[in-house]
């Protein structure tokens, strides 16, 4: 993005990419058709330091934008849960479309070259590969954050940028699956089974599905809470946020002589029901049980506290919270303030989206930026 908006205005441009083709990251996403943007971008659906950094960015170029040109190359598309827009075929075609796009406006793509050295020195960037020297007074770091590292994503660009003095948040794996163990490592017998919760924390909250796995928890639920869960921590899980304060007492009003198991086993999977009416420890029919214990049992069924011991990691983490320090650079350009001709977009960038288009929309426009004067 930021190479051909830079190709546009008439700029040199080349892009050098270590991996073996462009655009790998957008081949795998979205199951392979590609979560392109979200048409509810708002910068409160970001992580930052500084949450107002995004602001310029996104309000300059915006879902709409993107989806432009999305329809100016006739890529079908439509749109699924909570504003995702996808490829009604492949990511390929969103990939493809880029390429057209940089052709149109002269760039040239270099895959499968590695870099071996970048200088700064008389105005310009000089920057040795395996197979060539360049020199330029424009250097763009786009080089991603470390998550799925099977894919050849690596901390290079912290690297980079450390190496110029940009100060770098420390990163972490973010949209990524939680493990558990002690008291919670028993819900992992419950590997495959999934339901519609709440998952809280103290910062935000978010309604979707939370899946459990063989070494804990995810889900799109869990994957949007992660990135808000620091070692130590807690996460609430609404088990019914259907329900309707007071539920249970109206249950046993109803259906005295029913189990808080067969409760449950209408609301939620049979096993999940199982495993939570064992944990409660209540048995026998609803009308012996004291309003309080329901009572009870509704607050804990409302926020049902999980301690994670870990994440899964880079190698399962969709994207990366952290990265280079916006304090470091001008939220309208992305240049380093200190450093006239650097910039850092996208991924790099101490910016991070919620799960659903939001990433590669900050993608989109934060290379925009970049493009309009790098």
Not at 25 to 31: A, E, F, M, Q, R
Not at 350 to 357: A, I, P
Request: overall charge neutral; proline content about 5%.
């Amino acid at each position: 993005m930021c190479a051909l908006r830079a190709g546009q205005r008439g700029r040199r441009v080349l892009v050098i990419d270590h991996a073996d083709q462009p655009g790998r990251k957008i081949l795998i996403s979205g199951g392979g058709r590609c979560n392109f943007t979200n048409i509810h971008t708002a910068p409160d659906r970001f992580l930052s330091a500084n949450p107002h950094f995004a602001k310029s960015a996104l309000s300059r170029y915006t879902p709409q934008d993107f989806l432009e040109l999305v329809e100016r190359h006739g890529i079908a598309w439509h749109e699924k849960t909570l504003g995702q827009l996808f490829c009604d075929g492949s990511a390929r075609q969103i990939v493809d479309m880029l390429l057209a796009e940089c052709a149109g406006a002269a760039v040239d793509i270099c895959c499968g070259e590695a870099i071996r050295d970048v200088e700064h020195g008389g105005g310009l960037f000089t920057v040795k590969t395996d197979r060539r020297t360049v020199q330029a007074p424009s250097l763009v770091i786009a080089t991603g954050g470390p998550s799925i590292p099977k894919i050849g994503a690596t901390g290079y660009a912290y690297e980079l940028a450390r190496s110029f003095g940009l100060k770098v948040v420390q990163p972490r794996p973010a949209l990524v699956p939680l493990t558990l163990s002690g008291a919670d490592a028993l819900f992992q017998k419950l590997s495959g089974v999934a339901t519609e919760v709440v998952a809280q924390s103290t910062d935000a909250s978010f309604r979707e599905a939370a899946l459990f796995t063989h070494r804990g928890l995810s889900g799109p639920a869990i994957l949007q809470i992660s990135s808000y869960w620091r070692p130590g921590g807690t996460i609430g899980i609404d088990f019914l946020p259907h329900e309707e304060s007071g539920w249970l007492l109206r249950r046993k009003q109803q259906t005295p002589r029913a189990t808080l198991r067969g409760v449950l086993r209408t609301a939620l999977p049979d096993r999940l029901a199982d495993a939570l009416a064992d944990r409660l420890g209540h048995d026998g029919a609803l009308a012996n049980l004291t309003d309080a214990d329901l009572r009870g049992v509704e607050l804990r069924l409302g926020k049902w506290d999980f301690q994670p011991n870990g994440t899964e990691g880079f190698a399962k983490a969709e994207v990366t919270v952290g990265g280079v320090s916006t304090a470091e650079l001008s939220s309208k350009t992305m240049e380093a303030k200190r450093l006239p001709g650097l910039f850092v977009i996208g991924e790099a960038v101490d910016v991070t989206g919620w799960l659903g288009g939001y990433n590669f929309q900050w993608a989109w426009a934060s290379g925009w930026a970049a493009g309009e004067v790098a």
